[in-house]
Structures are given as C-alpha cells and as structure tokens.
C-alpha cells in the first residue's frame, strides 16, 4: 500500500476508535489526555488544529468530506475538549452578562446567575488574544468571531490585570509562607541556644 493509502486506513482505524468511544461516553468530546487510548486523544487535538490550518488557507490533512465524517459523530472542534453545548451555555450568559453590566470589567468570580463564568472568560481570553494577533491557537473562526462581535476585546485588559493580581497575591503569599518560615526557624533556634546557654551556666556554676 501506498502512502495516501496507509494514511486512509489511519484515518479509518481512529474514526472507529471514536464511534467506540461515543458509544461509551454518549459525546465525542475526546479530552486531550486520554488514558485509555492516548493515541486518540492526541489525533482529536491534530484534527482541531488542522480544522484550524484550513481555515487559514494553510496545508491540511482534512477536507470537507472528513469534517462532514466527524460532524456526523458530534465531533467536537471546540477548545481543549469543551464540548459545543457547554460553549454556547456560557457564551448565552456572557451575552446577559454584558446587557446587564457592559463589557469593560469581567465577571466576579461569585456572579450568580453562572458561577462559572468568570473562569470561562479567563480560559478563553488567551486563545482568542493569540488569533486576535495572528497567533496559531486551537480557538475556531466561530467561536472567535462571535466573540468578536460580543465586545469580548474590551474584557481583556481587566482579565489580565486580575490575572496579574492573583498571580502578585500567590507570589506576596509565598513569600510571606517563607518568612514565616525563617521567623519560626529562628525562634528554635533561639530556644536551642537558650537551652545550651542554661546548660552551660549549670555546669560552670556545679564546677569546683
């Protein structure tokens, strides 16, 4: 068998390996690190990113017939195996969210009508930096563009800065856990030396 022939035969071999793993799961939301078969999880990523290569005009192993092959099983071309339903859940409320509140400072992390929501706008607000720039990411035009069309540029400056808040927080509370560290090492320290101070004051005073 040739080249392109052997190629086939793969691409048939993990199309089947995910029919299987639908059958199981009931969704062909494969994550990226799939213990049971590793092999798969890694071929879902390459077929998002080559999703992503051919809409940038880029070389692509895929082609509208494989698209077609996997829509059919529900494939999932979201990022990193965030299923279409659980995107579009938040994108609803990120919509109620700016009718409500505009688009200039990002959900609290305890917002109540989706409590999830600020993590969602965290996790997608690098991807989208990156095509906003021109990067490669795994993020697909239709996420993006309705993202786009959202405002969501407008919430990336505040998702940053809080990004940078919680990073200067964690790293003001290391060092805080160190200096704790260092005080309680040298107050037993101070003990010790107190001890062997005593100590030795015993034995001058028991001499002859």
């Given at each position: 068998a040739n080249s392109s022939q052997m190629a086939e035969l793969r691409?048939?071999?993990?199309?089947?390996?995910?029919k299987c793993y639908v059958v199981g799961h009931g969704n062909a939301a494969v994550p990226k690190r799939y213990k049971e078969n590793p092999e798969l999880g890694s071929w879902v990523m390459l077929q998002r990113r080559n999703r992503w290569y051919m809409s940038q005009g880029k070389p692509s192993d895929l082609n509208k017939e494989k698209i077609a092959e996997l829509d059919k099983l529900g494939f999932d071309w979201g990022l990193q195996g965030e299923s279409p339903k659980k995107w579009e859940f938040y994108y609803g409320h990120l919509e109620n969210y700016k009718q409500k509140h505009g688009m200039k400072v990002m959900p609290p992390l305890?917002?109540?009508p989706c409590v999830g929501l600020a993590s969602w706008v965290a996790k997608q607000s690098k991807p989208f930096y990156k095509r906003m720039n021109g990067k490669s990411c795994c993020m697909i035009d239709e996420h993006y563009d309705k993202l786009m069309?959202?405002?969501f540029a407008e919430l990336l400056s505040d998702v940053f800065n809080k990004k940078k808040g919680r990073k200067r927080e964690k790293e003001k509370k290391g060092i805080n856990d160190e200096l704790m560290i260092i005080e309680n090492d040298n107050a037993e320290g101070n003990d010790d030396s107190m001890i062997v101070e005593e100590t030795e004051c015993q034995n001058q005073g028991g001499k002859p």
């Open positions: 691409w048939a071999h993990r199309v089947a390996e995910l305890d917002y109540k069309e959202l405002g």
